[in-house]
């Protein structure tokens, strides 16, 4: 059989995020149907990992196993032809048996939206979280340096949520301020459930002088979930990259 | 009375253009009933000119003159509290009573966005042009110098309107690429109707190999429409600014 490698994008707010599920309009779902009709075959597409409801993917990787023989050169436009607008596969490439999207994942690149004007966007604001107050990029950043490196990333998930280990390596987080606009980049071995919402939401509380950036690494030890910020909303959230091994 | 001059941004797609007219949603009437449920006033609200429908402004600008004794910087709050929010007073200004945003224009600047991936975007579709051909920039940057000055671009407006002087001056043509993004900014004194969709769709012909750059000239010299490329879609286009004098 072939394994092939798809990059995908989508608009998070047509969605109730990645994973298939009866009844809602999910992306693995859609995907999986519209290669169903290509090829005739039930598929499993396997993602580097869920997204949420609501959050948007640039670069999405997932792979699925078939005996179609459609050129690989073809298949983003034959999927494409079967799917909504707000999915489109942008590259699909044939790879090794051995590849699995989420085993093999090596880091990931989100990215959160903040539009920080007097007044929300009226073309972009479901694609971008509105924050009014003036928000201390320098101090943000500052705090950014504290979540880098290996830690327990306990006290930024959704609490309630597995038992498994919370410690992840986050490689690096930039904090970028355009016209009106910040985008914070985070890159990381991998992100627990709600994890980059909520590290987002603590750095707008730093930003906001909440939170004291040299405070952090306490708030980091606490484990404690009540101690960061808020969750923001996800549809300020991308999923840009995947790298492999 | 006060004049009162607005910074307006809104989502085209949701409207019929700017201009009101009965039954059909448009951006001008819905900021005169947000005006009137907070002023109890019916008023004129002049733009620096209409958009057509489905064209989006990051930065329309607009003047109305009132009684009320609302203060400067709560208008757009108070405004943007009674709108949807596809449209956004971004700011207010009192300004000189003789101050009026179509006559007083001294230039607008509009954008053009086109995606030139192989795939069309899922997030951004509404938001720009999608073309998957592949386009020579330098080409459509020679091309794009052919059209500045003081020209009659009678061939770049829609026919079958009115026979009003079609002679503009465009000050300066911008076109960049990032990522797959082709960005066209055109400047000038003013624009005729569908002027920059027409100007955009002969520079993607160019762009093609489809009109060469040194024919451009003679284009504008025939006056005739049916020698200029296509009018691309409104909703890659964006009034981006107006200025004054």
Redesign the interface.
Known sequence: MRNIKLEI???GKDFNGWQKQPNKLNIQGEIEQAIKQITGEEVDLIASGRTDAGV?A?GQIANFKTNSKIPIEKI?YAI?SRLK???????AEEVEDKFHSRYNCKQKTYRYVINN???????Y?K?EYHISNDLNIEEMKKAANYFIGEHDFKAFKASGTSNKSSVRTIYDITIEKKDNRIVMEFTGNGFLYNMVRILSGTLVDVGMGKINPENIPDIIDSKDRTRAGKTLPPYGLYLVKVEYK
Chains 1, 2 share one sequence.
Do not use: G
Request: aromatic share 4%.
């Open positions: 994008e989508y608009d948007h640039l983003p494409n607008q707000s999915i489109r596969i942008l590259n004007a007097k007044q929300a966007s009226a073309i604001r694609l």
